[in-house]
């Protein structure tokens, strides 16, 4: 049974150069895990709290020194010399010791630091890798995702040159993770080379590595996209296809959507989205609507929800009572599952389940501010999830996730 000896933080940087942390787990047995956790730009509202020090001196306020601060005292206090024989005893445990609705007492950054290293430190006293620890766990059968690879940027993820956040890049006809990163290399060598034709720009690239030209509009990023899948010799909504991060709260004011130089509501909005989804191979629309626009989204799952994935982030924040009332209200048929959004493993597996009990398709993904860390890659696929969400095939903390399913799906015999 594992004991833990100490848990500890200290601070690090994330990927746009900010502070975060990474906790480690010490168990009685000699066991040390370790777990950096990641940080998002575009956040929905009823994300857990990150907690930030909020001290201009230090990184413009954004310090995690409180965090830390939690982590080695009034966690490891409550914490060293007790024994827990499942992760959600020791979830549960971090829930009542911060005792808040949104994690603000701690920090969800501190707690999930702590939920994250402990799971790591479990699976490696049972020898097991942390896939198939977590997919015992949560009672799944692991399975590789299919990503979704970040290929245009714009909104807060780029230089708000465009409203939309992202376009991404799926291969349906990919039969391997080897193969998916085959054809996204040449599909974003293609586009850059586009992009610099067009724009006499060098390679410009945003928060999770995708490119961001200057776009004029949405359609014109959305026809760039599918003009690099043909010059990369692939056949546009059957080789690769679209999925779009609107990150519409983000251009959302006093009831209106201001997008593309027009200013549209919540119906006009989903007009446009299907108007997109119609013109274009797209086949998941995230974040289509505000975060709070619950009849806009229902509008548009009856616009487009019977043949596009109608993918929420910031409606959902992985919370497991959004996520109910979502289902009740047919607003979504897929959850963007991001662990720091609700703070533990635990209840990170709760909204899964509750997503695919109502046979949703589950994305996992990680945020625009990550780590070089890879446990993503094993969440997704102990989890069995349909798609992982990292980021473009740039940068270090995106290609550790790519690698380690590389490593899952070579060493393991795993398949998409």
């Known amino acids: 049974m594992p004991t833990i000896k100490r848990v500890i933080a200290i601070e690090i940087l994330d990927s746009r150069g900010r502070p975060t942390i990474m906790a480690t787990c010490a168990l009685a047995d000699g066991t040390v895990a370790h777990a950096s956790v990641p940080s998002g730009a575009s956040t929905g509202g009823a994300e857990a709290l990150e907690l930030r020090d909020n001290d201009p001196v230090r990184f413009g306020g954004l310090g995690c020194l409180k965090a830390v601060s939690n982590v080695n005292t009034t966690i490891n206090e409550a914490l060293s010399g007790k024994t827990f024989t499942t992760q959600s005893a020791l979830d549960n445990t971090l829930l009542e010791l911060d005792g808040s609705s949104n994690k603000s007492t701690l920090g969800a950054n501190a707690i999930l630091g702590v939920s994250l290293a402990f799971c790591r430190a479990q699976a490696a006293a049972n020898t ?20 979704m690879i970040n290929l245009f940027s714009g909104g807060k993820h780029g230089g708000q040159q465009t409203a939309i956040q992202d376009v991404q890049i799926v291969t349906p006809t990919a039969s391997t993770i080897q193969r998916t990163l085959e054809m996204m290399s040449d599909i974003f060598r293609a586009a850059a080379k586009r992009a610099a034709n067009q724009y006499g720009m060098r390679l410009l690239t945003a928060d999770e590595g995708g490119l961001a030209p200057p776009f004029n509009s949405s359609t014109d990023m959305f026809t760039e996209a599918v003009a690099a899948i043909q010059d ?34 919540n119906s006009d909005m989903s007009q446009r989205i299907r108007q997109w989804c119609n013109a274009f191979p797209i086949v998941s629309v995230e974040d289509g609507l505000s975060d709070e626009d619950w009849n806009g989204w229902h509008h548009l799952y009856q616009q487009i929800g019977n043949e596009t994935m109608v993918l929420g982030d910031d409606l959902l924040c992985t919370n497991p009572e959004r996520i109910r009332r979502a289902i009740a209200e047919q607003c979504a048929n897929s959850l963007l599952l991001k662990v720091n959004q609700i703070g533990t493993i635990t209840e990170a597996i709760e909204a899964y389940k509750i997503a695919r009990a109502a046979n949703w398709q589950v994305v996992v993904s990680a945020r625009s501010g990550e780590t070089e860390d890879d446990w993503l890659a094993d969440l997704a696929t102990g989890l069995g999830g349909d798609y992982i969400k990292v980021g473009s095939i740039t940068q270090s903390e995106r290609l550790a996730k790519y690698n380690r399913l590389l490593f899952l799906e070579n060493h393991f015999n795993l398949s998409l």
């Open 232 to 265: 990369a010799g692939y056949i546009a909504g059957t080789d690769a296809a679209l999925t779009v991060d609107v990150a519409a709260s983000h251009f959302f004011e006093q009831d209106q959507y201001h997008i593309d130089g027009d200013t549209l509501n």
């Open 128 to 147: 097991l890798p942390l896939f198939q620890h977590i997919a015992a766990i949560a009672e799944t059968t692991p399975q590789l995702p299919r990503p």
